[in-house]
């Protein structure tokens, strides 16, 4: 995609997304870890009247994405909007429209999907998503090579969440989702969910807040750049947040209903896996990531190679991801809102801080380290379930300099593909 469109388009898809990732999350009950968790989670009654909300969620989701999306025209067009910045393009209100209508389509992706997720049954799930997403990059470089713009992101994801939501009602396992409102399942969902509202509405803000901050400052196409280190920084913590919601956390929350013995076992076997990967990922972006993105794309996009370093540290914090699935596996979701408020208040002063003393390198650094602060609460609501282990924490360092090793052979390949690679040259 990087070589059939211009860092502009990918910055103005990455405001467009970071705003539905936001309504998104502020309009969060936890639906998909109520129904893992409860007891109920198996019972017809409450699967309906989840996929009845869900349903209704969808809907709300793209209405308020509407709303914005209209202020945003209306902004630009008084001369509210800083005229270099990436809300200043004409482009960024319809793309917002429609790109959120994925909301309202996967509303009615079947509840047979988080059902199997309860039962660790993955096969199925990971065939269906993973179609979905090949569907999504199908459509998107299609329309891409024939239009070349920023349309073919917005295609590609609707046609990703089309296919998502017909292969869960017609190739999965399971009874018919129907419309349901049972009072005691919406009375247990409201229950669950208050604590998750908190919890995601900080989220949504920490989640996309340096995207938010950054479409302030700097061009789409230097917000285009940063959106693809990001995006490549965070590709591990991604595959591990897939792995943490649709894996490690039903298993610790049948640890946890087994008893806390059994559950700090299966946690402490998770981390000495997840620390390794992600921290060994961390060394390896440190030392060669200006040759990844050398590699991988043409010269528009080196400035990416930069920030992709500094990025590399997030990954540090990143780990930790998995500690606050295990809070929700034992019913804590008050523990997840009080880091994910902290984390917000460390983004939204540290970077600010640090883009008006260092410019942009001082920003992209603020972002890579501003989760110092939460990792003092873990360690604080850690120790209250004997979830602290100092050598753990200390063999992360290892880990890191095993990566950074790693990375030093990437610019021997650098080397072997400018010698070797095709000369390619696709659309106009």
């Known amino acids: 995609m990087t070589r059939l469109l211009a860092p502009d388009a990918f910055g103005v898809m990455a405001i467009a997304s970071a705003i539905q990732i936001m309504v998104t999350l502020l ?45 945003l025209a209306v902004a630009n067009s008084v001369g509210w909007i800083t005229s270099h910045s990436v809300y200043a393009d004409t482009r960024l209100p319809g793309v917002v429209v429609a790109t959120s209508l994925t909301a309202v389509i996967l509303g009615f992706q079947s509840m047979k999907s988080i059902a199997h997720n309860r039962r660790l049954e993955m096969k199925h799930l990971t065939i269906m998503e993973i179609i979905g997403s090949m569907v999504g990059l199908c459509v998107a470089a299609g329309v891409g090579f024939i239009t070349g713009s920023v349309w073919s992101f917005v295609s590609g994801v609707i046609a990703s969440a089309l296919a998502t939501t017909i292969i869960s009602h017609i190739w999965l396992s399971g009874d018919s989702d129907r419309f349901g409102w049972e009072p005691a399942a919406l009375a247990e969902l409201r229950r669950f969910g208050k604590w998750a509202f908190l919890s995601s509405a900080s989220m949504a803000f920490s989640m996309n807040g340096d995207r938010f901050l950054l479409g302030l400052w700097l061009s789409p196409a230097a917000l285009g750049n940063y959106s693809l280190a990001a995006n490549l920084a965070t590709l591990t913590e991604g595959i591990g947040n897939r792995l943490f919601t649709s894996l490690f956390f039903p298993a610790l929350s049948e640890a946890a209903r087994s008893g806390h013995r059994r559950f700090i076992s299966v946690y402490f076997r998770m981390r000495w896996l997840t620390d390794a990967g992600f921290v060994w990922m961390a060394g390896l972006l440190f030392s060669a990531g200006p040759s990844i993105v050398s590699i991988m794309y043409d010269p528009r996009y080196a400035p990416a190679g930069a920030m992709l370093q500094y990025l590399s540290f997030g990954l540090l914090f990143n780990r930790y991801n998995l500690t606050g699935n295990a809070y929700l596996a034992i019913g804590k979701p008050n523990y997840v809102a009080a880091m994910n408020y902290l984390q917000l208040a460390s983004l939204f002063i540290l970077v600010p801080v640090l883009f008006y003393t260092y410019g942009v390198t001082g920003a992209v650094i603020g972002i890579a380290f501003h989760r110092c602060p939460v990792i003092l609460l873990i360690l604080v609501f850690n120790r209250k379930h004997s979830l602290n282990n100092i050598k753990l924490e200390f063999a992360a360092f290892g880990f890191w300099l095993v990566g950074y090793v790693s990375g030093l052979a990437a610019p021997y390949a650098l080397n072997i593909w400018h010698q070797y690679r095709p000369v390619l040259h696709f659309g106009a």
Not at 35 to 62: K, M, P
């Open 27 to 71: 309009s969060d009950i936890g639906l998909h870890q109520a129904i893992v968790q409860s007891s109920r989670g198996a019972e017809r009654d409450f699967l309906r009247t989840a996929w009845t909300v869900q349903i209704l969620r969808g809907a709300l989701i793209w209405l308020v994405c509407s709303l914005l999306a209209i202020g």
